[in-house]
């Protein structure tokens, strides 16, 4: 920093495509300070280094800061000063900051910029500090690309651009810059494996009226993906040239989504062209499946239940030992969803946790020494599978031995919020926000809160936490429409205590529509028996019981035929009605 | 038009201080269209004129366009464009279009400016054509200012201003203009009659660090309320005087809202001096009450529900004969709330309708003639008062005889998403907009909607309909604190049936505490007894029963002393537990 004449330089979490998960290459944040988590900002002075991190990520963050000098900063919780706030205190009146233009979106720049304008702040953008501080640091990933058939898109990517050129045209843009590598692999039908658990290729396009350019690795492509792209009027250019190729852009009218595209993208064609802010319209195309996606996501989701009853049914037989590790749980979950057909990977890494470890919401467990499983209290699994025919992501929380009352209570709260969410109908035009809160009431009510939010997006063969939509207390301007896929997973976490989350992925579908408009309503399309054995029915509204017997029966026809019998045994009791 | 050479001129319903309820000289948009609903705007070209409105008042307006070749334009309704769609249909390429720049927000002039910017039209903003088009045009009233005492308000206008003036030196404003006159009332204490229902005083005022100056018409003013505007620091300057004073100013870092100032207040001040936008401070420092206000408030509420009590007994004993008309009801009311002490005015016209014309959210029954109620329905009466110690808002549904499955119906499912709401619980840093669908949600489950927000907050002694804070499905960026007052009125409204609505004021109050975060609910302060002949109790579910029955309780012990012997028997049979 001293050498670059930086006095304060931030270190994000993302890479220059700001992914939420990244190639090992891009793990320079976690490789400064320690921290393993998805989100978190790491800001270093000479004298001081803090972590800037969300509501999800504070008892992990807490254990992994712990013996570093860097001080946690828990964002959004009172006494805390925001990322803006702390720079205002630290540099005073002056000084220089520093950060890669790459790693930051053009939205959160903006904000930072304006936030600080009062005082007289320079600003390097085209250092990567942590360049020079990383020895060892992994190279580019160099996956091989292969082409998503039709059979599980609908849509050809020369059919997708197609619409998206008329979006442009109605925008009046000539030109539309992409760096989401979700968004360019859904557009042109290509996947790789250059992020663990997200199968996207590092890549950048630009999209005009008469051309369609996607800035990739040549190595990537072999001859057949490379055919494929040719035939749908896509020209391949090498991604080392993308900036370059950027800058010498003159006279476009540029569409671009300033919270998608990084400071870099924006800065590099701002002199020469004119910019058109706007959500990025292939975020929104691609929310809201097809229905080839949807007939496909639904055998996904049918074949992922199967694992996960095949996983409880083996934790059930095998938990009393006392010698289950968790790890143990997270391969036997990958083993049985590797089975299934059409499997590529797991969606993200699972999250097998006992007792108070659960309370931590992203906790991840140790390769080596992972904690056994006590034959008493809760566990839970979230966990997930890409699939050719769809993205799954789902949690379930239950028994490895006796539950407090508490345990019990809770797992019941949690249960009805899932359920009272997964059952409104609601007005087409309004957002996750006006839902939020339908789950969450009775957390509310009984003055506990869960700090994250209650539901996400999930991609197609895609990152499995997506946008655009969201159900979440605090604003979004995202429409639920037909056809959107969206998580549904309130919790209680209790620090030391437990854990507990019931999760279900839901496509958004049209209920009803009248003179006062049209409603829409979910459709449960995650099966596996959530645990009877921790609820406690007395707590539950007559229609929440009748909810979730419906539920369990449809898992019950939907899952057995693809079980053995000792299995179908085991799914027939944990279905039973209660 | 033709001789302003305006091709397309714009009439809003709002007076130079952007009041919802104006005095009779800025009736412009009613003398112009006729109709007259509170909210609307009048778009007229040389061949076509278009009054768009939303959707509390698309029955009414209907009704009273029919016959002019005004065509209505449904707010938020598909198939409906907005009033920019409309006039980049009607002007095409170019035009010059006309609007008084004091009867638009600035805020809503830069929308209209960013919206249609891709055409070539010009704007004339100076131009007020209601005067020459309206002969007996009325003029200013100058009705006389009066003192609101320390013992109402708790806080002298001096003591409130140097709040304002820490806000504005944490803004680093030198400035700040205001033209809101209800702002402007509580901030300097003083009420007066210049706008029916609300009592301010026309005026405008601007602060500084060293100076307050209140621009009003000398002739308002008495020695009386002049020497205490003076002992607190007040400079009083012509209201005629304040756009020239304002075009004078120099070097100045003036705070303004946009949503709050006129698009005149922010082009005169726009070349020599620097815009800070903020949300109106002084609308947020009037939202929560102090102590003394909510004490006073609490008093003016038992008397309001008292005078409430008196008219439904009053309407049951005299309903059956059929001889009643709405205005009947509507005096009544206003007669009971009179008698009261501390009465001042009614706080809204009263909306008293039976039958069908309840649909229509914002009826007024006609003077003449008006109509009489049969004894059979329901009957609707939205009515408040402006008392020294408060103002009220109520709406009470009543039966006026025999009923229908449907009413009854829907009437229960309306008394429920009432009580739902009151009984809510939420995180302090939420909006009415996470709350919005805690009553809504059981409409929505059938397939009702109301078009309308479901709650509203109430001045002190000052518009009965104010913000900041609102429970509304769309976005809100107004975070809910303790002491905020709002109402809860959901309803149901079926054209060519019924209209229902019921409608308590509550205020927001700290319910818990602990280490997940602070909670709030709603403390209800409006004491009036709800029809339970017209309830089915079978689809209530046993809190919200208990609810309204402990409610009951409440309301006969705070308002049986205030009644004589017969509105006591009257009410003890109306507060039973059900």
Redesign the interface.
Known sequence: MSDASIDLYIQPSADPHLSEYVADRFKARQFLSGFKGSAGTLVVTAKKAALFTDGRYFIQAERELKGSSITLMKMDMAGYPTLEEWILEELNNEGSIGYDGRLIAASEESKLHRCLK?KNYSYITSQDLAESAWDSRPDYPLTKVFVHPLAYTGQTASDKISTLRHTLNKQ?ATAYIMSSLNDIAWLFNIRANDVAHTPVAYAYAIITATSAQLFIKKQQLDANVTEILYRNQVDILPYDNFYSYLSQLKDEAILLDPDKVNALMVSSTSTNNMHIHCSDPVFHMKARLSETEENNLRQAQIKDGAAMVKLLHWFDNNVASGELTEADVELKAAHFRSQQSLFIETSFKSIPAHGSNAAMMHYSTPENNSPKIPAKSLFLLDSGGQYMDGTTDITRTFTAGPLTEEEIRDFTLVLIAHIRLNR????Q??TG??????AR?IM??N???Y?CGTGHSVGYLLGVHEGPARIK?E?T?VVLAPGMVLTNEPGIYKEGKHGIRTENTVIVKE??S?E??T?LNFDVISYCPIDTRCIDKSLM?NEEIEWLNTYHKEVFEKLSPLLDTDEVGWLQNATKAI
């Open positions: 009062s009046n409104v109908h609601f007005l035009g309004v926000t006006n839902l939020d809160i339908i009431q509310w009510e003055h506990i809160d700090k207390k604003h301007d209920a009803a009248n006062t408009g409603y509204r």
